[in-house]
C-alpha cells in the first residue's frame, strides 16, 4: 500500500468513526429525557459510559498491540452499533445503561488502533506521516462539525423522531464497519489463542506505561495532553450555561452554544489543514505545535476577558475565541501525533496512544471538578485563564530538547 492510499484510507475511517457521536450527541439528553428518565439518571448514565472507557482504555490499546489494530476495530464498530441501536430503540433503563456501556466499549477500543495503522502503514518520512495524521484530526473534526449540526437539523428542521439521528448514527457504524473489514489490510500477528493474547496484554500494557515514564520527550508530549484534557473539559463544562447566560434564555442559549460547537469542530479542521503550510515554512513539528498551543492559550485568555461582556458582544467575542482556540489545538494536532509516534515501535504504539487518551480524561475529569467549584464561586474568568496555564506550561517544554545521556 502506498502512503497515500494509507493516508486516504486512515482519514475515511477517522471520518466514519466520529461521525456517529456528532449524530447523536445533540439530542441524546433530550430523547433520554423525552422518555420520561430523570436528569440525575441521565447523569449516572454518563458516567456509566466514563467509567468503561477508563477502564478499558490501557487493556484495548494493550489488546491492539498483540492481536493486530483491524480486528480491535471490528470490535469498536460493532460495539458502537450495537449500543446506538439500544439508544434509539431501548426503553428499559437496563437497556440504556448497557448502551452507555456498549458505547464506551466501542470508544476504548476505537482509541488508538486507526492512528497506529496508519503509521505501521506509511512512509517514515516525517513530512509524510505528520500529513497524514493532520488530514486524519481533520477529517475527524469535519465528522463532528457534520454531525453535530445534522444531529440536531434533522429532528427538529424536519419533524421526525428524536431518536432518528441516534439511528442514522448505527447505520453509519455499519458503514465503518464494512470499510474496515476492507480498507485496513495487515499482516496476521502471532497472538491467536486466549491463552497467549490474556499473557501478552498485560506485559505490553506495562512495557508501555514504563516507557512513558522513563522517557522524557514521551513524557513532555503526555503532559500536553494531560493540559488539553484540563482545557477541553473545562470548555464542555463551562460554555453552555455561559451561553444561556449570554443568550438571555435557556433555548437560545442551546442555539448559540449548538452553532459555536459546530462552528468549533470546523475550526478545529481548518486548523489541521494549515498545518502542513505551517510545517513547510517553519521546518519543525515542535516549532508547528508550540505555535498552534500559544494560539489556543492566547484564545483562553480571549475567553476569559469575554466573560466579563454582556449580550451579543459578548457572544460574539467568545465565539471568535472558541473558534481560534480550536484552530490552534488544529493546527497542533498532528504535529504533536507525529512526535508521540517519533518515539515508539510498533510493539507499543497502540498502548501508548491509550495512555495518551486515558491521561487526557483523568486530567479533565479532575480539571473539570476543581475548576468547576472555582466558576461556581468566581465566575469563568479565573477557571479559563488557570485552565490557559495548565496548558501553556507543558506545551513550552516541547521546545526544549531533552538532555543528551551520556
Known sequence: MTPQAARRRYALISFLTWLPTGLYIPVMVVLLLDRGIGLATVAALGVAYSATVMLLELPTGGLADVVGR?????????????GLLLLGLAESLWLLALSGVLRGVARALGSGPVEAWYVDQASEDAAELTRGLSLGVMAASVALAVGTVAGALIPYGLGVRLAVP?????????????VTLVAMPEPKYEASTVRSILRGVPSVIAGGVRLAGRNLALTRILMVSAGMGVTLAVIELLTPAWMAELAGSADRGVLAY??????????????SAVSMPLLRRLGSVRAVSCTGYCISVLALGGMAVASAMSGF??????????LLMFVGFGIAAGPLAQLLHSQLTAAERATVVSVQSLLLQLAGAVGAVALGYLAAATGPAPAFLIAAVLLALPAARLVVPEPVRS
Do not use: E, K
Request: hydrophobic content about 75%; cysteine-free.
Open 70 to 82: 483491524r480486528p480491535v476495530m471490528i470490535a469498536s464498530a460493532a460495539a458502537s452499533l450495537a
Open 166 to 178: 441516534v439511528l442514522i448514527a448505527a447505520a453509519a457504524d455499519a458503514v465503518r464497519l464494512v
Open 258 to 271: 449548538g452553532l459555536v460547537a459546530a462552528v468549533g469542530f470546523a475550526a478545529d479542521a481548518l486548523g
Open 313 to 322: 458582544v459578548g457572544i460574539l467575542a467568545a465565539a471568535i475565541a472558541y
